[in-house]
């Protein structure tokens, strides 16, 4: 069992956010304006929670507080599937067995390309095999059919980085690519590096100051404390990162807007 995180956004895009995750993850470009993080997957090796909701806490910790979304694949021996993430909505997702046997609903993968921005014809047209009964797919044949259809978004997972792998071979592979290693190294340091992202990129000129951008900011720290210790009570880490996340992008506002009044 094991997954992949796929970040539509450029590597420099997802460090930050990433590094918040507190897990050890490899990053790597995958494709135009993509990125995959490799898992270490302890949180389900050692059995203390399912796989597919540590992805799900995860890309929706990713997505919470970025302008892009995450597409979490997941399989185990039983099963497999997708989550895909997008700021605050809620997350969607699709399942499938061990054999290949769809176990998701069609609006599902709808709503999931929909979300992505992908051609409402000829694309879902191309989604719609992966909801009907196919004896020669496998659940790995359609991870792999899945991300074939994103292709056409610029997607292109580096070699030797493909769904259904053990999570061996996926970070053996990410090493060999020379995917840069993300490592926590606390709060101070994720925020100045999430502050510098922020000010550097396209949204840099158009952030929004004063009491407003100040009552934002502690609206998402106010959100995030419940949920982290939600996420703690069930031991959920994907849903506990998820509230960490939002904890995070509340001090950095406020840690923005006082940085600005320094030095404004």
Not at 45 to 70: F, I, K, M, Y
Not at 213 to 226: D, F, I, K, Q, S
Not at 227 to 241: D, E, M, N, P, Q
């Amino acid at each position: 069992m094991n997954a992949l995180l796929l970040c539509r956004a450029a590597p420099p895009a997802v460090r930050a956010p990433a590094q918040l995750l507190r897990e050890q993850l490899l990053l790597a470009p995958a494709g135009t304006d993509w990125s995959v993080l490799v898992p270490e997957g302890k949180p389900w090796q050692d059995g203390s929670e399912p796989v597919d909701r540590v992805v799900n806490g995860w890309a929706a910790a990713l997505a919470v507080g970025a302008t892009w979304p995450v597409l979490g694949l997941w399989w185990d021996a039983d099963r497999a599937g997708f989550t895909l993430a997008s700021g605050f909505r809620r997350p969607v997702g699709y399942i499938w067995l061990a054999d290949g046997t769809p176990a998701g609903e069609d609006e599902a993968m709808r709503t999931f390309a929909d979300r992505l921005g992908l051609d409402p014809v000829l694309d879902v047209q191309a989604l719609e095999p992966l909801t009907v009964p196919d004896p020669d797919a496998d659940a790995r044949a359609r991870l792999v059919g899945l991300t074939a259809v994103l292709a056409r978004t610029g997607l292109a997972l580096p070699p030797g980085l493909d769904p259904g792998e053990p999570a061996d071979t996926l970070r053996a592979a990410a090493e060999a690519l020379g995917a840069e290693e993300i490592a926590w190294s606390g709060w101070g340091e994720a925020l100045r590096t999430e502050l510098d992202v922020v000010e550097r990129g396209p949204l840099g000129p158009y952030l929004p100051h004063g009491p407003r951008a100040r009552a934002l900011a502690a609206g998402l720290v106010t959100a995030g404390l419940p949920l982290t210790a939600w996420g703690i009570a069930r031991r959920s880490g994907g849903w506990t990162a998820a509230g960490l996340l939002l904890i995070a992008d509340g001090l950095l506002g406020l840690a923005y807007e006082r940085l600005r009044a320094e030095t404004g």
